[in-house]
């Protein structure tokens, strides 16, 4: 009996379709730099649990909190300081870096990496500053290894299945966008570096999860923004230093496609992308907290497709290092990362000034 | 027994809790002015199945189609010529007017009713151009009649039950929003008068679709705009007098609440309106295509509410005719179209000007 289409196609939605490498090979050998609780919760696990990657160095500000690091977890052998791993102390146990530090910290680490020519897997945004992030994109120039932003969506299947469905025409022309991403940062505490314009970059809802549906978007569609506009507010206390405890901005795509997005540090933990065409809708809801679901509409016909969820991170991991197995360059380059730098300095410019910004 | 609470207040989802008017009261005898489709698909059954309403009158630019309309229909006595109409012919034979012309004849009609004293409910937007729906708040402002402005969503209970939710504090402060409304109309044939900014206004999708977010969101919000930006594109051939064949509009509200709203009306047949706080989201989907569902989310619970539909039109007779009978204020006075007015006008202006406009 042949197995019906749809069948096949549910069957294989978490398949990885952009895998060259056999599961044998590898393992790709990581220095992860800034051992935050994304990288002991989200990043070490993911890593252990992945077919091609292996970590083996941790390097922190604080040797004692490297050296513990080192003794928590079975695979790590040497906790440095930054100022080792910049030294180039055990470059021979790692063939990549992990680099996620706050935003104000990656091009340091990105520049000692290519010394080392060491491949890139950097922490989006790629910098704090546009300036900052040209500098990756002109240091990781010269880098024979894969250089790479780490958008966790692209490697997600729900992500990937959306693009395949736009692509093959599934609603029709894109003519509108919504997305937002917003979560609650006022129970994480003072200090908090997201706050902190000299570590985190302009803003702090924009930066840290606008950045979602404005990638996602931008992957799925494959169009670039062409202009900005935005607005923004900050009045509880905790968000003095930050003009976007929430922000609205809205871009203008290739062909004219409007993506209306939204980001708030202060909210209700809430994410979803919903892309309206002339013939049908695609929703990813929930979209950017770690799991996502897929909706399709065309017509008066609608699916909703649940499968299982992936761990966003492995699939990232694995991406990542089968690009560097294969010696491929992979879809967020430094160059595709700058373009969201651009865009998140022209939405803060455009929210001062009260403009629209063409970029 | 004693109903558990959420029993109760499922049971009485659907209640009219604006009602005044005993079940026999009335009826309220209409005029109905314009007959295209929405007034005989959706008006004349409205009417027909209310509690309150009695349509006696037909008015139409052509004579024959007033006395067509008139055979085709039971309860109506006259079918008039608009002349015939506004100089006053049959006046005793209806107590308030429905306007359901293209948008630049609305104020000609306001203004012949309050001549004859007649309540008047008159479609949404107000008018074409911010100074004809000044006169009609000027020219209503000596009626002794309720005036109101037909906003179906009003009472729809999905929308009535939200407004609660947000009064009562279920989605804690608000924080953001997305809406949408569109459509094709790009099948419905050439001179259509949506496309002519002399019949219509300064654009369609705005005028036409985009008021359902922004005025719904303003009622269940209750708080009131402040500034506005907006991006517009025409491409298709069938939308080059208009500039909003698609358009993103943000308003910002009172207290800092971004809007984020897009209208098409060369789209996918879609709509959605969705509240985020900081405690919760309410999400009303489909929203403003003639059929409402509610979703409520707080922290990690979400309830589904999908009750039997009302109709809407229905809904919105009745309510306006309770208001006659009961010689009440509506809530959609005027005053409060207008603002939908001035909303309007910024988002083009915004949109022209590529510039943030403060209300």
């Keep these: 009996m042949e197995p019906n289409a749809f069948q096949t196609y549910l069957d294989s939605f978490t398949d990885r379709e952009w895998q060259v490498s056999d599961d044998e090979d590898g393992p790709v050998r990581f220095a992860l730099i800034g051992l935050g609780w994304w990288t002991a ?57 992990y680099i996620c530090t706050p935003n104000a910290r990656h091009q340091t680490f990105v520049e000692s990496a290519v010394a080392h020519e060491k491949a890139i897997l950097c922490e989006k945004p790629m910098e704090a500053t546009l300036e900052a992030a040209e500098s990756i994109v002109e240091d990781c120039a010269d880098l ?26 599934a609603i029709g022309e894109p003519v509108h966008v919504h997305g937002n991403m917003s979560q609650s940062i006022v129970g994480w505490g003072e200090n908090q570096w997201r706050l902190d314009p000299e570590m985190a970059g302009r803003g702090t809802s924009v930066t840290d999860l606008g950045i979602y549906p404005l990638n996602t978007t931008r992957f799925i569609l494959e169009r670039e923004p062409v202009a900005v506009q935005a607005m923004m507010d900050s009045s509880h206390e905790y968000f003095e230093d930050v003009p976007d405890e929430v922000a609205a901005f809205t871009i203008t795509l290739e062909g004219g496609v409007c993506v209306s997005c939204t980001a708030s540090q202060h909210s209700q933990l809430d994410s979803f992308l919903r892309i309206v065409g002339t013939e049908g809708r695609i929703t990813i809801e929930p979209a950017f907290h770690s799991e996502s679901s897929l909706q399709l509409t065309r017509a008066n016909t609608t699916v909703d497709i649940d499968t299982p969820q992936v761990d966003q991170m492995e699939e990232e991991f694995d991406y990542f290092a089968d690009c560097v197995l294969d010696g491929r360059e992979p879809a967020a380059t430094p160059e595709h990362g700058y373009v969201d730098m651009q865009v998140i300095e022209a939405v803060y410019d455009a929210a001062e000034r009260g403009e629209t910004i063409t970029l």
Excluded: W
């Design 41 to 97: 919760d989200k990043a070490i696990p993911a890593i252990n649990n992945s077919t091609f990657c292996k970590a083996t160095v941790a390097a922190s500000s604080s040797k004692e909190k490297a050296e513990q690091f080192v003794d928590d977890h079975d695979t790590l052998e040497h906790g440095l300081t930054y100022d080792e791993l910049q030294d180039g102390v055990a470059t021979d146990a790692y063939d990549a870096v």
């Design 144 to 169: 024979e290894a894969p250089a790479m932003i780490a958008y966790r969506m692209h490697t997600e299947p729900v992500v990937q299945r959306a693009r395949e469905l736009v692509r093959e025409g």
